[in-house]
């Protein structure tokens, strides 16, 4: 298969930005008189949307929905002030970009992270970087894994699934990857391990963004 297009994921794929989301949950669990979590637990937490991140920081016996509410609130208003303390993109990342564009393959970012919070942090931190299209969460409609919004930006870019390589860090990746039939590709660098890739359906696993060059 000749590939077109390379689907990226945000954190942990193009930008390490887990200490920004650990200290900004850790803030606002503080302000409901919760204890902190880890970054080693945070990397576990994160990958399912802001709600699910909530939840899974909060004790079990206080995951009642008017206390997520209040918790999905407060992480919002903590992290756009702190997203870009600690956050970088990752060794290569630019590079790799770069040269992808130079070869004319089309690029297009698709996160869980709420959609204006992507957008900011993608022309934030990568400016330079031509995407054709990025997109996250948008209130109403399907997260990863439901590979819907992969499927649209597909169809805005006009290029037919099969051609797409998707690269993320995380189950939820790789299951949307193959819902939406496009080739995935675990990378090793970011929050989670290479058996949970693998798990999930992970056709390749690269442990350095210039390794993605050699799928082309």
């Known amino acids: 298969m000749s590939f077109a297009a390379v689907l990226f994921d945000l954190d942990g794929t193009l930008l390490d930005t887990i200490e920004d989301l650990t200290d900004s949950m850790n803030a606002a669990l503080r302000r409901l008189g919760f ?33 997520v509410d209040r918790l999905v609130g407060l992480m919002r208003e903590e992290y756009s002030r702190r997203w870009s303390a600690k956050t970088r993109p990752y060794e290569g990342i630019p590079e790799l970009l770069g040269t992808l564009a130079r070869r004319r393959l089309a690029m297009a970012v698709l996160s869980n992270k709420p959609d204006d919070m992507t957008c900011r942090m ?15 969460a948008i ?71 210039r390794a993605l060059l050699d799928l082309l």
Request: charged content about 25%; aromatic content about 6%; overall charge negative.
């Open 139 to 209: 209130d109403g409609a399907a997260i990863k894994p439901d590979p819907r919004a992969a499927l649209k930006i597909a169809r805005t870019l006009q290029i037919h699934p099969e051609r797409f390589l998707y690269v993320g860090d995380t189950s939820t990746d790789m299951r949307t990857a193959a819902a939406a039939g496009m080739a995935s590709v675990g990378v090793l660098w970011g929050f989670r391990q290479a058996d949970e890739l693998t798990e999930h359906g992970a056709e390749t696993l690269i442990s350095h963004p």
């Open 35 to 67: 204890a902190p979590r880890t970054v080693e637990e945070c990397k576990y937490f994160v990958g399912e949307g802001i709600r699910k991140f909530a939840e899974r920081a909060l004790p079990a016996e206080s995951r009642d929905d008017e206390t």
């Open 122 to 136: 993608v022309h934030g931190m990568l400016p330079a970087a031509p995407f054709a299209e990025v997109r996250g």
